[in-house]
């Protein structure tokens, strides 16, 4: 009996495995790494391609979210881009729970006075609260 | 003989940030990518890539949009195909790649993309192939049609350019 090509696409993603989802996940994931890193550096594919020897051709293949990438092109990607494209939870944990402080003054507000000919008027606190606090990683 | 199509909305590949369309030639049984897809089925070597093209749309579709540097890619088809680059502003084209998986397509902006037809290449030049290079001559002369039918208004954009509206009887000469 022949398959019923209207329903070719219930038929495919049904074959859909879980590894698939990762890896095309992933695979977006790090090709939004890199152009938020190429933005805030201000390069092009085209700047980025010269830097890594590779042609645009090849460059734009790397971002398309479909390639095979290999430790070995993500490694020359963060050596040339100079930050990690991808951490594992684990170097996530370390980078991000050391301790970081913040200080914040806190100015009171004074309720306004009146002076003995009625004018309101208002004292510029004189209660400054001070402290320093670990900020949580988020 | 003149062989007409009209425009197919995929209603299974609808997304937040993405509409796809097709094209369904008169007296096919099904539009170019379901015809892709039911081709493609058949061959084994090719059914990881063709899982990760179904769910690439998908992500591409609910999540990022349709950014044509990134990726899209037209520059091999494009010079494959046309002896000149087309005039600015003129629509072209694109691909897909999946290693040697290719499907062609029309990226109108980042939330409307047609899908057409493809195959697998076997050829280091896709126009020598025998496989897709008759689909880069169709995804071609498609988006020719569809870009002057968008010059014309038979095919018009919605109001903040995130669709597109047509007559379902249009009809594209190809």
Redesign the interface.
């Known amino acids: 009996m022949s398959k019923d090509k209207s329903k070719v696409v219930e038929r495919l993603r049904a074959k859909i495995l879980p590894e698939n989802r990762i890896f095309v996940k992933k695979n977006l994931e790090i090709s939004e790494q890199i152009s938020a890193q190429l933005k805030e550096k201000n390069w092009s594919q085209k700047e980025l391609a010269r830097r890594l020897g590779k042609s645009e051709s090849e460059v734009s293949k790397l971002l398309s979210g479909l390639h095979n990438l290999t430790l070995k092109s993500i490694a020359k990607l963060e050596a040339e881009l100079g930050s990690d494209i991808i951490t594992t939870p684990l170097e996530a944990c370390k980078k991000y729970r050391s301790p970081e402080y913040v200080t914040f003054k806190v100015y009171v507000p004074v309720p306004a006075q009146v002076d003995e000919v009625g004018t309101e008027y208002v004292e510029a606190s004189s209660v400054e609260y001070k402290g320093t606090y670990q900020k949580l990683a988020v | 003989m003149n062989i007409f199509a009209h425009i197919e909305r995929l209603n ?1 590949f609808q997304y937040r940030k993405v509409r796809y369309f097709s094209i369904h030639i008169e007296g096919n ?2 539009n170019e990518f ?2 892709f ?2 081709r493609m ?1 058949e061959v084994s070597e090719v ?2 890539d ?7 749309i998908e ?2 579709g609910e ?2 949009g349709a950014i044509k ?3 899209f ?1 037209n ?2 088809i494009t010079a494959d195909v046309q002896a000149l680059p087309p005039p600015r502003r003129e629509m072209v084209a694109h691909e ?4 040697d998986l290719r499907l062609y397509c029309m990226v109108l902006n980042e939330n409307v993309v047609f899908l057409f037809n493809g195959g697998i290449k076997t050829r280091e030049n896709a126009k020598d192939c025998p496989n897709v290079g008759p689909y880069i001559k169709q995804a071609n002369k498609i988006a020719s049609r569809l870009d002057a039918m968008l010059s014309s208004h038979e095919v018009s954009w919605n109001e903040d350019h995130t669709d597109i509206k047509f007559d379902e009887t249009l009809e594209i000469e190809l």
């Open positions: 299974d049984e099904v379901f015809d897809l039911n089925e059914t990881d063709l899982s990760n093209l179904l769910v690439w992500e591409i999540n990022y540097n990134r990726f890619r520059e091999s897909i790649e999946v290693n």
